[in-house]
């Protein structure tokens, strides 16, 4: 995250495994594919996030913001990189998102070097929410039509002024 006076900035990415909970079948050029149930599927998103602060004091920040995400999931069924043409790419499309980032500073510290003489820079730890909802903008298969909404937490470790 970069926040700069009233702009809020984030290069942002997840990556992760989904599991099939129904199962399903596909056909390729080549064949009829089963995928049972507990199947992973790789899921990545990556972009951009930009807002503004409606409150950015001490202690709280609060920012809607908007995302400008690649999304993709596919099947990881096969173990070579060369064979990625046979997987099935259920996402693989340009996202749009509206969020909303609220974070709460728990501790304020300087940071020290290995003497434990100051660097005069400070850090802090924060908890911090967001939760949002993302439109896919092309999507191939209707079995698996649909937007992403989303809630997340983490604990943030930062440098600088809160």
């Not at 989904?18 to 199962?23: S, T, W």
């Not at 790789?42 to 951009?48: A, H, K, M, R």
């Not at 749009?96 to 003489?117: A, D, I, Q, S």
């Not at 005069?120 to 939760?131: I, N, T, V, W």
């Amino acid at each position: 995250d970069f926040n700069i006076s009233k702009v809020y900035a984030s290069l942002y990415f997840q990556v992760g495994g989904l599991q099939v909970k129904e199962p399903f079948y596909t056909t390729n050029f080549l064949d009829t594919i089963d995928y049972e149930k507990g199947e992973t599927f790789d899921y990545f998103e990556g972009g951009v996030l930009c807002g503004y602060f409606l409150v950015r004091n001490k202690w709280v920040h609060i920012a809607p913001y908007l995302g400008m995400l690649g999304t993709s999931l596919m099947s990881s069924r096969y173990p070579d990189p060369q064979d990625d043409d046979y997987e099935l790419k259920i996402i693989n499309a340009f996202t749009v998102g509206l969020g909303l980032k609220t974070e709460f500073k728990l501790y304020e510290y300087e940071m020290r070097n290995f003497y434990g003489n100051g660097y005069g820079q400070p850090a802090y730890f924060s908890l911090k929410f967001e939760g949002g909802y993302n439109t896919i903008t092309k999507q191939e298969y209707d079995f698996f039509k649909g937007n992403i909404p989303y809630i997340k937490a983490a604990i943030m470790w930062g440098i600088g002024r809160f």
